[in-house]
């Protein structure tokens, strides 16, 4: 089966631009979930999606970012504005359910922010 | 917050064991032990969780003491691909992978 697929695989922008990260789960994981690692720190949670829906968001670090999974497929994570603290790698996960199993990463998005 | 302690870094010789300690001595009843690692550039990569008794699967076997404050993971043959940071994490019911620092694994020839 298909990995976890994370795009773009690099990013650059400018402070204050905007940019939206994808991640295609493995297909029928209802479960997605992203992490990022920012400047040499612990990699961190950012927020659990269950289908379409926010199970929990906690880890969202402000509300420039916004992250989206219409439908239950496929997510995205939105970074507006961007700023230099921003810059990191961004890491999606998928499980096909809920609690104590495994998760399957993707390779990240690694964005730079200057 | 991480509830684990790992060393910060280990070596091993390509085809020996790799023993990777961990001290989790807050673990509550409910809560599993979860091993992941992080090849450089990649994506971290699950390995094997466990509860109570001892598990094994293709990749590694985890040892977790009677009283589960500590466990060890085994790479039985390691090999240079197993060079990484691996994570020794508490599994939450809320779901959260809680990242360390881990341990930096550096297999030589």
């Known amino acids: 089966e298909a990995g976890v697929t994370q795009f773009p695989s690099h990013s650059v922008i400018e402070k204050g631009q905007t940019v939206t990260l994808r991640c295609d789960p493995i297909s029928g994981h209802d479960n997605l979930y992203w992490y990022r690692r920012v400047m040499g720190k612990e990699i961190k949670f950012l927020l659990h999606?269950?289908?379409?829906?926010?199970?929990?968001e906690s880890g969202m670090p402000n509300n420039r970012f916004l992250a989206e999974r219409t439908g239950g497929t496929y997510s995205t994570l939105k970074v507006q504005p961007a700023e230099l603290e921003d810059s990191g790698v961004y890491f999606c996960?998928?499980?096909?359910?809920?609690?104590?199993?495994?998760?399957?990463f993707g390779s990240g998005t690694r964005l730079t922010v200057v | 917050d991480a509830k684990t302690t790992q060393p910060t870094s280990m070596d091993c010789a390509e085809g020996r064991a790799a023993n990777l300690p961990c001290n989790h001595s807050t673990i509550s009843g409910n809560e599993y032990v979860y091993w992941y690692r992080q090849i450089h550039s990649q994506g971290p990569q699950y390995i094997i969780h466990?509860?109570?008794n001892n598990e094994t699967n293709e990749m590694a076997s985890l040892i977790i003491t009677e009283d589960r404050k500590s466990s060890t993971l085994i790479l039985p043959h390691a090999t240079l691909r197993d060079t990484a940071v691996y994570y020794c994490?508490?599994?939450?019911?809320?779901?959260?992978?809680?990242f360390g620092t881990g341990t930096r694994l550096q297999v030589f020839p």
């Open positions: 999606f269950v289908k379409e829906s926010k199970q929990d």
């Open positions: 466990g509860l109570k």
């Open positions: 996960a998928s499980s096909q359910v809920r609690g104590n199993y495994g998760y399957t």
């Open positions: 994490i508490v599994k939450r019911n809320t779901d959260k992978l809680i």
